[in-house]
């Protein structure tokens, strides 16, 4: 009941295509603790620590899972993508624009998670019909937009890919 | 605002639908929530609760927590130094519980360490002996005095009651019935979170919190600390959603104690668990109505009891009790009344504000026994609802007469008016997935069965019963760039954009800056009731007038023109007699002004002992036909479309309205078919998203919105608030469809496969 929490640990993690020490840690610590205060990548949120809000959806070996049911000593050997190796800050990629514009985000904490959701759902599929939209977003929970907002992003997105690559 | 000659448009203006100006840090992963903020030599908070809903505390032993390598500071209700409790309307509630628990989750004790997981294991090395009592449990027993007090305060919180008109006249039709509303949660997804920054010398402390009215925060826990107001300053962390979950304090109080016990900042963050025990909810509710009408339907009395299970703790159960007995009428006609309310103290979770604060409970009753009088008289739903329909200038049950814009027939004629969805059950291509229960396929499309259903509401604006809550705000013109700052809470609605886009309109200018959302300036009141358009729009206004003003005085003397003939046109400074344009930039070159406003609405009044009384501020109104289909095998719903007219008043910002009306609606679905809170004997079943079902992508039908723009002449910019509607009758008008589909009365919220099916005879769990 008394023992203290063992804060020694020492491992390296591949985020957003660079190596990063993960020092001090203990070996309980979620890949979304370590990733937010560890890293400082602070990117990915908290919501449910169940899995079931998609809040804190990062890539790992191009799979998109939540990081809060990931241990991230168990991660060491994969390669990471979180919301901050989308783009770079002040140039958002296509879909985190679609979003501002399309009026996606409110409070925006779920925002960062369906950014990660979104891509990873264009990637498999280009042109997503409505319906495909929701069943593959269906793992990320929004409380304020009532997604209908989202999904007119997800699907600008689309279009103007398909318009670029006529073009 | 009224342009003169030659139309130059600028964007940003009112009416555009602009993004957010944190729309990119958003998106980005940039923008600093609650829960991102850390300092140096940052400690964990974390809080002990109650695991017991009624218990005598014996003792308490915290030794083992400071066994623990890394645990800073144990505070208990004895390191309390001002005020041992807090609560918004009565000061009810403890810092820590002392002498007894009263419900599950109440804080004991709270511990500040290294690591969360130092904290946990703190937690738990903390012994508290307790003699458990029985609970409080059926609200009917707080009412009828079978159980003991379980609060100084007593059981009943509040009792009103209205009488109206002839109380014994008796209508050609009559129904009635009993209906019951769960207790839903706010389930915002920004949890709970603070940084506390204690000052130097210890006389003072910051905080950084994610709240929806930073000055009542600030007197609140001023007040706990002993410290005066002005040494605790409060600063808006970024806020993840609200929905009425933030306007009573929870974690504030504890973060700064710890901060203060131990002189290094301290954060605390709620778990999603700790969530759910650790805010209020929407009240649980019973409701008897009995409906009088004439042959042909119009209405001639309502009669209603109406019992809300507060938990606990006060919090705003007596403002949520007055929403409730006020609005039983609906938006209808109605001269004769009598309608008894309680909001009681149980052993249940505290209850107090969600979206739609009492009124959604009684939308849901008042809008069954429409659709039972309906029937009664042979009538269509809408048919019975438009001849009923309230307008301007008519009198509440309470004698309050409504002065504000009141299209509540436009509301219901438009919305029936949209296009009902084409597809058939299962869509075009026959797709099960699209039936309810989804991607189970366990429906046969043959034996699904569509209904529709219809439901209108009215909605009080503002605070009501003689509160004046006003609001506070500061423009500052400078080099050509504007500086509005006030101290409302920006939790997701959008008030920054369309606080931005107002300045941009009075005063021409395109390059405004939002200030930090703090204290250092005056109340804005709370971001809640629909409200922060209207006040904090009406206070940014006006002192973006003030400024306008003044600017015009300063051209008006450098240009020998009439200030008063001077307008804004775009960018420009115009004569509105004459041919003067000069561009505001141009204008203001080398002028600075800095005007603080504060705007308030109009007085209220108190009810007296029958109700009547001129208590509310402002009326909105909505309508809303939802489609869905059932399963009725297996009681399973899919929600196929909602259609909605609301009354905004004037869109200031129309992609953010449509935004509340959709995410409103969302809620109003969970509400009515998969959402509550499951309390047995006090103890929370289902405190985690995984057993407490939120809407998701799937369960989110498309919405079709039809917005009716009537300015409103009382409202400062003509806009009405428009976040709670569409949370309102979003509800019943999913529940009349159910009912419409499978022929059954279903008189509960949330509606459950049981329900459906028919397995549960009682309406409780």
């Known amino acids: 009941m008394s023992e203290s929490v063992t804060l020694n640990e020492q491992y390296e993690l591949h985020v957003n295509g660079e190596t990063r020490a993960v020092r001090d840690s203990w070996l309980g610590e979620s890949l979304l603790f370590v990733l937010r205060e560890r890293l400082g990548l602070l990117g990915s949120k908290g919501a449910c620590e169940q899995g079931e809000c998609g809040s804190c959806s990062v890539l790992v070996d191009d799979e998109l899972v939540c990081s809060c049911l990931v241990l991230a000593a168990s991660a060491v050997d994969q390669s990471i993508v979180t919301i901050e190796g989308v783009a770079p800050i002040g140039s958002p990629s296509d879909v985190q624009q679609a979003f501002v514009d399309a009026g996606a985000v409110q409070c925006g904490f779920c925002t960062p998670g369906l950014i990660m959701a979104t891509h990873a759902l264009l990637e498999r599929t280009a042109e997503p019909t409505e319906f495909e939209i929701r069943e593959e977003l269906s793992g990320n929970v929004c409380r304020c937009t009532g997604y209908g907002r989202i999904i007119e992003a997800v699907q600008r997105v689309a279009v103007s890919r398909r318009q670029s690559v006529q073009a | ?765």
């Open chain 2, 1 to 765: 605002m009224s342009s003169v000659t030659g139309e130059r448009t600028r964007t940003g203006r009112l009416g555009d639908s602009i993004s957010r100006p944190d729309g990119t840090p958003k998106v980005q992963g940039s923008y600093a929530f609650s829960s991102d903020l850390s300092a140096e030599n940052c400690l964990w908070g974390a809080t002990l609760r109650s695991p017991h809903p009624s218990a005598r505390i014996v003792s308490i032993d915290v030794s083992g927590a400071y066994r623990i390598v890394g645990v800073e500071a144990v505070i208990t209700a004895a390191d309390v130094p001002g005020l041992p409790t807090y609560g918004l309307i009565s000061s009810d509630q403890p810092v820590f519980a002392t002498d007894v628990v009263r419900y599950v989750g109440e804080p004991i004790a709270a511990v500040a360490a290294d690591h969360p997981e130092t904290c946990r294991r703190a937690l738990a090395a903390i012994v508290v002996v307790y003699e458990v009592l029985e609970p409080l449990i059926d609200p009917e027993r707080a009412i009828d005095g079978s159980h003991p007090d379980i609060h100084p305060d007593g059981n009943v919180i509040r009792r009103q009651r209205i009488v109206c008109g002839d109380p014994d006249i008796v209508g050609e039709v009559v129904v009635e019935d009993t209906y019951e509303i769960g207790m839903q949660d706010q389930a915002f997804l920004g949890l709970e979170a603070a940084l506390a920054m204690p000052d130097a010398d210890g006389g003072g402390v910051s905080l950084h919190v994610a709240t929806q009215w930073l000055h009542e925060d600030q007197k609140q826990i001023a007040a706990c600390l002993g410290l005066p107001v002005s040494s605790v300053r409060l600063t808006l962390g970024g806020v993840g959603g609200a929905f009425g979950a933030r306007e009573d304090i929870s974690l504030q109080v504890h973060t700064c104690l710890l901060a203060l016990r131990t002189g290094r900042p301290v954060r605390i963050h709620y778990s999603r668990e700790e969530s759910f025990l650790g805010h209020v909810h929407r009240h649980p509710v019973r409701i008897w109505m009995r409906h009088h009408a004439t042959r042909e339907g119009r209405l001639v009395k309502v009669e209603a009891r109406m019992v809300f299970d507060g938990g606990a703790y006060a919090s705003t159960s007596s403002a949520v009790l007055i929403n409730g007995v006020t609005h039983a009428q609906g938006p209808y006609r109605c001269d004769n009344a009598v309608v008894d309310g309680y909001a009681v103290r149980t052993n249940n979770l505290p209850c107090g504000a969600m979206r739609g604060f009492g009124v959604v409970q009684a939308c849901f009753a008042h809008e069954g026994q429409m659709d039972k009088l309906a029937a009664a008289c042979e009538l269509d739903p809408v048919e019975i609802r438009l001849m009923n329909a309230m307008v301007t200038g008519d009198k509440l049950i309470t004698g309050q007469v409504i002065e504000n814009v009141a299209p509540v027939a436009r509301c219901i004629r438009e919305t029936a008016a949209l296009p009902l969805p084409d597809e058939p059950v299962g869509g075009h291509d026959h797709d099960p997935m699209r039936l309810p229960g989804g991607a189970g396929r366990t429906a046969d499309t043959s034996h699904i069965v569509r209904g529709i259903g219809f439901a209108v509401a009215i909605k009080n604006l503002m605070y009501s019963e003689t509160f004046d809550d006003y609001s506070t705000a500061r423009c500052r013109l400078a080099d050509g760039v504007v500086n509005l700052k006030f101290a409302t809470s920006e939790v997701g609605q959008g008030f920054i954009t369309i606080a931005g886009q107002i300045a941009r309109s009075v005063l021409g200018f395109d390059n405004v800056v939002i200030d930090s959302i703090d204290t250092d300036v005056g109340s804005a009141g709370s971001t809640s009731a629909s409200r922060q358009t209207w006040m904090s729009g009406g206070a940014v206004n006006a002192a973006c007038i003030k400024v306008r003003d003044l600017l015009f005085e300063a051209v008006a003397v450098a240009h020998g023109v009439d200030p008063l003939s001077l307008a804004i046109d775009g960018g420009d400074i115009v004569d509105r007699n004459g041919v003067f344009r000069v561009s505001a930039l141009d204008a203001a070159l080398g002028l600075s002004f800095d005007e603080t406003v504060e705007y308030h609405h109009k007085p209220t009044e108190d009810l007296d002992e029958n109700g009547q009384g001129d208590c509310h501020t402002a009326f909105a109104f909505v309508a809303h036909r939802a489609v869905v289909d059932v399963d009725p095998e297996l009681g399973l719903v899919k929600v196929i479309q909602i259609a909605t007219a609301q009354d905004v008043g004037r869109a200031l910002n129309p992609l953010s309205v449509i935004g509340q009306i959709e995410g409103g609606i969302a809620q109003g679905l969970g509400l009515a078919v998969m959402e509550e809170i499951i309390m047995s004997n006090g103890h929370v079943r289902n405190p985690s998203f995984t057993d407490y079902l939120l809407p998701t992508f799937l369960d989110m039908p498309s919405v079709t919105a039809s917005l009716i723009e009537e300015p409103d002449p009382i409202a400062p910019l003509g806009a009405k608030g428009v976040g709670e509607p569409p949370t309102i009758s979003s509800t019943p008008a999913i529940v009349a469809a159910i009912r419409d589909a499978i022929g059954k009365p279903l008189n509960r919220v949330p509606v459950r496969p049981t329900d459906i099916i028919g397995l549960s005879a009682s309406p409780s769990i």
